[in-house]
């Protein structure tokens, strides 16, 4: 059921994205002839006006099929609006998914940028070192520290009457450095318990067991607060997709990919069924996420993409005249096969991580 929501949710992005080309398209007196979710064998489909409106069974996408004829006699200008309107549409998404999510509560850092007070703050693990004794014993980011014993001392963190907590588990667990570690976090609702001892190097000039600590309560705010506090997190979201997305595109092109680090749609789907489990704010997040991603994947500028379109009436710009509509078809075509390649390949990495 959790899977079955979360692929809800996704259809959504795809539904809005393709709306915003349909809207923009209508709005320039461009025809639309087919608005399609979803890939492969129709299975309804509806007239209304000039677009049949239909649906498909493979929910990997969905695309708008528009009168190229009409659409290469209105101004360059208008054929860029109708080309990014679904990448802009889904940055607005992610926006109001985040700002929907502070009226609701997030959970948000005590020390975090913007607007609003924090509240019922906990010490948090947020980040987790590759192949550090926490990895090992089995910590992830998420879990909330709520003790650590050692043969002769315990740290409880729901005795403190503080939002500075995480300070005294990073000093407790630096005085306890050559001392095994019996830590017991809050994970999903459940007291899960782990053992673990400090290591030398993973940071310098001390033994670590290789956590990052964050004090992470609810930021509740008014819908205005909210608005401005959500356009900050979609903003971080933007960059560090952004970047993300460039640190893999330059791996690509060295030969340097580590494609098995990539979730395709099966990895995301498994990911956003356990978001649903985990509650409303992981889901609000993780789909803002998604939808950031969507908009800045749509913008590389390869044919078959958004970013592709743009590029070509770029160079239209450039050269004063319209590139072969032939040229254009057989670019798109090698992108498309490009796209659907490297989803396969993403795919079964995903399948692999699942089956092992």
Known sequence: MAILLFIIFLVGLVLIHELGHLVVAKFFNIRVDEFNIGFGPRLFSVL????????????????VSIDEEGMTLKPRLAQAAVAVAGVVVNMLAAWLLVSAGYMAGLPTAVDHQ???????ARPMIVSVLPGSPAEKAGLVAG?????????TSLFDARTLNTDRQADGVRAFIGQHADESLVITVLREGQDKTFLTKAADGFVEGRKAIGIGLDDVGVLKLSPPLALWQ??????????????????????????????????????????GGVAVKDGFAQVIVMVASISMALALFNLIPIPGLDGGRLLILAIEGIIRRPVPQKLVLWLTLAGMALLILLMIVVSYHDIAKLVG
Request: net charge positive.
């Open 48 to 63: 209304v006006g000039e677009t049949r409106y239909g649906f498909r069974p493979l929910l990997l996408g969905g695309y």
């Open 114 to 120: 913007g607007v609003g007070v924090v509240t019922n």
């Open 143 to 151: 879990d909330v520290v709520e003790s650590i014993q050692t043969g």
């Open 230 to 271: 959500g356009a900050l997190l979609a903003k971080n979201i933007f960059v560090q997709t952004a970047a993300g997305l460039g640190s893999f595109a330059y791996s690509l092109v060295r030969g340097h990919a580590n494609l098995a680090q990539v979730s395709g749609p099966i990895g995301i789907v498994t990911m």
